[in-house]
């Protein structure tokens, strides 16, 4: 028996009419799908990667065609809506090519479990990191999905981000160079000269998100103050105002529960893995951290009244990363000071090369979030430290980009409460139907999650079932749950009763 997933406002109106024994799951095709108040005729939707179909850290074909604006426009299509046209990338691989003078990569391919070892997923790159796809070659347009992967508020506005000549001067962006139609124009220009009826908005995510990966380090990317982003959201919606198209405004998820920063565990030191899988190599290499840097840091810092900075590490239990917290008080000059009044040359020596480098050096704790990207950096070596206190996380304190510290989670889940603000007073002065994803991500994130005939999805990584393998953006599962919340504000606000899609049809982390 054919079933059509409806509104709550169609499907109580059926509930009316029939017997109480009427569930969700009766059979309900026979009830005409309207458009109520909107016009789908010519559906664009705008966006970053979320809106791209962007998922398992790369761009690429399947990936599209799951994008939660594609499943949108295939319900809209029961009510006149029209062909939905997206840039497709070259393959199922993913990844970017510039062409400047011969191809260089400049983004990765998709993301892929190889196997499972001790249980847990070894992720490769597909196609040996080896792209095809090249970003030179413009396609021809107009698309219906502008989503543009790595863009921020202001980007959507920016002429010229369409602009080969800008990509490693990172003042364009490599995806909307495939499909800009011109080298001057702006996101924002493109989609109002396709003269939409309808449009759905989805943008912001990036403007703390960059900010959150790269460690709170505001030296490699930066947290958009909310004044700034607000002036630029209010004038985005102004420019989208202008095509009197109606339209639907998502805001944005804390990016700090998101998997990419809640799966790697602040103490993942543990003797097999100081080992490299050798327990009794690992113990050995605690009792030297312990005897030649853990030892006589915690002496010295308990000598400034900072000794609960830094432990002796544990051959039983597992340990905390070591890391630089710059919201501490530096005690380097206390530290070199006191090796000072020894007048040793030798001890003063090493003790501005040990106030220098762990001055504000703690053991990670519970608070931190360490991104999924850290992982692989844990025990690489540090080029600038000393040969045999080199071991990144381990004897050398990982740098800000590596971990989010609690000030930075506050500083950012402040700006995105913001940013929220922002966007539901600019749809509500429009009219626009709204969406409160961030509500939705933490329903994800909580331990009951979301459910789906009989089907459950969280936020947890892999297993989870919506998130992809970079932690970030959802599988087709995961944006088929956020199609329905568009779809169920689009209905309440226009009166239309479209169709919610059905997320266990569309297809989730895929294993070996």
């Known amino acids: 028996m054919k079933k059509i997933i409806i509104s709550t406002i169609a499907v109580s109106a059926l509930l009316f009419t029939v017997s109480c024994n009427t569930d969700f799951d009766t059979d309900v095709e026979d009830i005409v799908v309207t458009k109520g108040e909107a016009d789908f005729s010519k559906y664009v939707a705008l966006g970053n990667s979320l809106t791209s179909g962007y998922r398992d850290g790369a761009l690429y074909i399947d990936g599209q065609n799951e994008s939660y604006p594609s499943m949108m426009a295939q319900q809209m299509k029961l009510v006149g809506g029209g062909d939905f046209k997206q840039p497709l990338m070259a393959d199922n691989n993913g990844g970017l090519l510039l062409n400047v003078g011969a191809n260089v990569q400049i983004a990765s391919t998709k993301l892929y479990i190889d196997s499972f070892i001790a249980g847990a997923p070894d992720i490769k790159n597909a196609n040996n990191n080896v792209a095809t796809t090249v970003t030179n070659t413009v396609?021809?347009?107009?698309?219906?999905?502008?989503?543009?992967?790595?863009?921020?508020?202001?980007?959507?506005?920016?002429?010229?981000?369409?602009?080969?000549?800008?990509?490693?001067?990172?003042?364009?962006?490599?995806?909307?160079?495939?499909?800009?139609?011109?080298?001057?124009?702006?996101?924002?220009?493109?989609?109002?000269?396709?003269?939409?009826?309808?449009?759905?908005?989805?943008?912001?995510?990036?403007?703390?998100?960059?900010?959150?990966?790269?460690?709170?380090?505001?030296?490699?990317?930066?947290?958009?103050?909310?004044?700034?982003?607000?002036?630029?959201?209010?004038?985005?919606?102004?420019?989208?105002?202008?095509?009197?198209?109606?339209?639907?405004?998502?805001?944005?998820?804390?990016?700090?529960?998101?998997?990419?920063?809640?799966?790697?565990?602040?103490?993942?030191?543990?003797?097999?893995?100081?080992?490299?899988?050798?327990?009794?190599?690992?113990?050995?290499?605690?009792?030297?951290?312990?005897?030649?840097?853990?030892g006589p840091l915690n002496q010295i810092l308990t000598a400034f009244g900072a000794g609960d900075r830094i432990k002796l590490l544990s051959k039983t239990a597992a340990n905390p990363l070591l890391i630089k917290d710059e919201s501490l008080p530096d005690l380097k000059l206390q530290i070199t000071a006191a090796a000072a009044a020894s007048g040793n040359a030798q001890l003063v020596a090493l003790a501005t090369y040990l106030g220098n480098t762990y001055g504000q050096a703690r053991q990670a704790k519970a608070g931190d979030l360490v991104p999924l990207t850290t992982k692989s950096e844990i025990g690489k070596t540090e080029p600038t430290a000393l040969a045999a206190l080199s071991a990144r996380g381990v004897s050398y304190p990982f740098a800000d980009k590596y971990i989010l510290i609690p000030s930075e989670i506050t500083e950012i889940n402040t700006a995105i409460d913001a940013y929220n603000v922002t966007i539901k007073a600019a749809a509500a002065s429009k009219g626009y139907a709204f969406v409160d994803a961030n509500k939705k991500m933490n329903e994800l994130g909580s331990q009951s999650g979301v459910s789906w005939d009989g089907v459950r999805y969280t936020a947890k990584f892999v297993t989870g079932g919506a998130f992809s393998l970079d932690g970030v953006h959802l599988t087709g599962r995961g944006y088929a749950i956020i199609a329905n919340e568009f779809i169920k504000s689009i209905n309440a606000t226009y009166k239309s009763n479209l169709p919610q899609v059905d997320p266990n049809k569309y297809s989730g982390v895929k294993f070996p």
């Open 139 to 294: 396609l021809t347009g107009p698309f219906n999905n502008m989503g543009v992967p790595g863009a921020r508020v202001s980007h959507l506005l920016a002429p010229g981000y369409g602009n080969v000549a800008g990509v490693l001067a990172k003042t364009a962006n490599p995806y909307f160079v495939r499909f800009a139609s011109s080298p001057t124009t702006s996101v924002i220009a493109d989609f109002k000269t396709q003269k939409p009826t309808f449009f759905s908005l989805w943008i912001g995510n990036n403007d703390a998100l960059l900010y959150a990966l790269a460690g709170g380090d505001s030296s490699v990317e930066t947290l958009t103050p909310p004044a700034q982003f607000t002036q630029y959201y209010n004038l985005l919606i102004s420019e989208i105002a202008t095509t009197n198209a109606k339209g639907v405004v998502a805001n944005i998820p804390s990016v700090t529960s998101i998997p990419s920063l809640t799966t790697i565990p602040t103490n993942p030191l543990t003797s097999a893995v100081l080992g490299g899988g050798n327990v009794a190599a690992g113990e050995a290499n605690i009792d030297n951290l312990n005897t030649n840097l853990y």
